[in-house]
Every structure is written in structure tokens, then in C-alpha cells.
């Protein structure tokens, strides 16, 4: 089951993910992807 998150909440996942603990060079669909499978989607 995926968690609906506000625009705010998914900027700062996006940025935690992006840069946070599990940084990486990866591109948007990957990112995406890591995103989907934390568990969280934005409409």
C-alpha cells in the first residue's frame, strides 16, 4: 500500500533521497522508482 504525501512532504523525500543517506547519481526514473518502492506516491 502506497502512502499519499502533500507536495511539501515529497520535496523533502525527494530530497532525502536524492541526497540524503542514499545518495547517488541516479536518474528521474530511478529516483522515481526508489521513491514508489519507499512506499509513496504523489498525486
Known sequence: MLLCVSEVEAR???EEIHGGSCVS???A???AGKVMRAG???P
Do not use: D, K, T
Request: hydrophobic share 50%; glycine share 8%; no cysteine.
Open 12 to 14: 523533502r523525500i525527494m
Open 25 to 27: 547519481h541516479i536518474g
Open 40 to 42: 509513496f506516491y504523489w
Open 29 to 31: 526514473r530511478s529516483l
